[in-house]
């Protein structure tokens, strides 16, 4: 039982540099969403979709890029990282929005230095 | 927007003791869901109690029972019995029930430590 994978687990960049994190999950699941958790802030949603090919934005969205082009997968794209987007980033999938719960996964550490 | 507030950074409790952790919540919609999370070392985000607004009935679950008023949105969680496991980040969560389950907005977490 996979459930929401991450990949991958730990990442340095230098600034200026681009990257995908990459999340799928195995739970044929429509609704998918990206955070980033920063130090007293909890999680804030960067991007998120209900379905492959539809995408929106969440609280966050500055400085990364998302598509949707399978069911199974959601990578979060950063163009030309910077500092501020050092952080643990997590993806989570779920059903859509009747009364069930989100899944995460693992979340992935970016340091940019 | 919505907003999620938790107002005790940090909390601890002696084992087997009962402990209370608070959060107030934002929004115009009568119809949503409220979640705590458990976060260890470990980072993942273990789901620990939900409830739907639309219920009166406090949420339970083992060990880990909320406070759910409504009017005053107030959700707070209460663990009986603490457990050395128990330590982690306790992030209160809240839903629409126009949004996906993905879509959560999180407070700012309560880090609960447990004293042996």
């Known amino acids: 039982n996979a459930g929401v994978t991450q990949t991958p687990k730990f990442q340095v960049l230098k600034t200026g540099q681009s990257m995908t994190l990459q999340c799928a999950q195995d739970m044929n699941h429509e609704y998918m969403s990206w955070y980033r958790q920063d130090p007293g802030m909890g999680l804030r949603l960067i991007h998120y979709?209900?379905?492959?090919?539809?995408?929106d934005q969440g609280e966050v969205p500055n400085g990364y890029n998302v598509s949707r082009s399978t069911t199974e997968d959601f990578p979060l794209r950063l163009l030309s990282a910077a500092p501020s987007q050092t952080s643990v980033y997590f993806c989570?999938?779920?059903?859509?929005?009747?009364?069930?719960?989100?899944?995460f996964g693992q979340g992935t550490r970016l340091t940019v230095v | 927007a919505q907003t999620v507030t938790q107002s005790q950074p940090e909390m601890s409790v002696q084992e087997a003791e009962t402990v209370t952790l608070s959060c107030t919540y934002d929004?115009?919609?009568?119809?949503?869901?409220l979640f705590w999370y458990k976060q260890p070392p470990s980072r993942q985000m273990i789901l620990v109690i939900r409830?739907?607004?639309?219920?009166?009935q406090n949420a339970t679950e083992n060990r880990f029972s909320v406070n759910f008023q409504k009017a005053a949105k107030s959700f707070s969680l209460k663990i009986s019995d603490s457990q050395l496991g128990d330590a982690a980040m306790y992030f209160c969560a809240y839903r629409s029930a126009k949004t996906g389950a993905n879509n959560l907005f999180f407070g700012t977490g309560t880090r609960l430590t447990v004293i042996p």
């Open positions: 929004t115009s919609e009568s119809d949503y869901y």
């Open positions: 409830q739907e607004a639309y219920k009166q």
């Open positions: 989570a999938s779920s059903r859509g929005t009747a009364n069930t719960e989100a899944f």
């Open positions: 979709s209900v379905g492959a090919g539809i995408t």
